[in-house]
């Protein structure tokens, strides 16, 4: 550092005009005419041609990695009988809607034990029967808000859940 070099103060808001240099102490002369002294570490030389020919590098910004549990397609249950069992015409309708509604039951507490977001479940366009037996069901349960997958507010045959 020598006499009319240009000094910035560290960790201040401060700089100006070497005046001079007294062995470890530098005096300098702000923008404003107001002398300072500091020693010489707690300045640094400003300089922006000492700069300009440092090479910068550009880093790849690290992807973010996603779990499969937090993918963002939901998990899918289609609720159609013959999805459900082989013989779909061995049972009676009350069977039929017990069990769609056991299924139920049992994808809502899988998609909780496994920290799932969110729950497709295909109930199909029909005379609502199972339609409002998932509504019912969706409505007991806590934790969790659900909505109707309609297209054009139209009726859809599907119910989107999302866990909290």
Same mark, same amino acid.
């Given at each position: 550092?020598?006499?009319?070099?240009?000094?910035?103060?560290?960790?201040?808001?401060?700089?100006?005009? +070497?005046?001079?240099?007294?062995?470890?102490?530098?005096?300098?002369?702000?923008?404003?005419?107001?002398? =300072?002294?500091?020693?010489?570490?707690?300045?640094?030389?400003?300089?922006?041609?000492?700069?300009?020919?440092?090479?910068?590098?550009?880093?790849?910004?690290?992807?973010?990695?996603? !779990? $499969?549990?937090?993918?963002?397609?939901?998990?899918?249950?289609?609720?159609?009988?013959?999805?459900?069992?082989?013989?779909?015409?061995? =049972?009676? !309708?009350?069977?039929?809607?017990?069990?769609? $509604?056991?299924?139920? +039951?049992?994808?809502?507490?899988?998609?909780?034990?496994?920290?799932? $977001?969110?729950?497709? +479940?295909?109930?199909? +366009?029909?005379?609502?029967?199972?339609?409002?037996?998932?509504?019912?069901?969706?409505?007991?349960?806590?934790?969790?808000?659900? =909505?109707?997958?309609?297209?054009?507010?139209?009726?859809?045959?599907?119910?989107?859940?999302?866990?909290?």
């Amino acid at each position: 550092m020598k006499i009319n070099d240009k000094v910035s103060v560290v960790d201040e808001d401060l700089s100006g005009v +070497i005046t001079s240099v007294n062995g470890n102490i530098v005096v300098f002369k702000d923008e404003y005419g107001f002398t =300072y002294q500091y020693p010489k570490e707690k300045l640094v030389p400003k300089n922006a041609s000492i700069y300009e020919n440092m090479k910068v590098v550009q880093k790849a910004e690290p992807r973010k990695v996603a !779990s $499969k549990r937090h993918d963002k397609n939901p998990l899918v249950l289609d609720l159609h009988f013959h999805n459900l069992v082989k013989n779909p015409n061995d =049972y009676d !309708s009350f069977e039929r809607l017990f069990m769609q $509604k056991e299924k139920l +039951i049992q994808t809502i507490n899988f998609c909780r034990r496994n920290h799932l $977001k969110r729950l497709e +479940i295909v109930h199909g +366009i029909g005379d609502g029967v199972l339609q409002k037996l998932v509504w019912d069901v969706l409505e007991s349960q806590t934790g969790l808000d659900f =909505y109707n997958k309609e297209i054009l507010h139209h009726q859809s045959g599907a119910v989107m859940v999302e866990f909290h």
